[in-house]
């Protein structure tokens, strides 16, 4: 059958836990989860492209402040 990532040699498919790490998957999911909390001028400055360089969505994700306020405050967008 197919011959990619997610299918064994016999066709089926394997597990998310055959792939990657399941710490990795869950801290992905973690960081991404965390994204939808970001104060509303921040996303609309992700989607513009106009972040400063300085800040990654790396930075942005992993474990931001609750408040948009603080949020701003912290990366100084």
Known sequence: MMDDPIHDGDGHIVAVEEL??????????????????????IVEAILDDQLPPNITLFDLAVDPPRLWSEQRERHMV
Do not use: C
């Not at 399941?22 to 991404?32: A, D, F, K």
């Open 20 to 41: 990657t790490p399941v710490g990795e998957v869950l801290s992905y999911i973690s960081r991404m989860v965390n994204l939808t909390t970001l104060a509303p001028d």
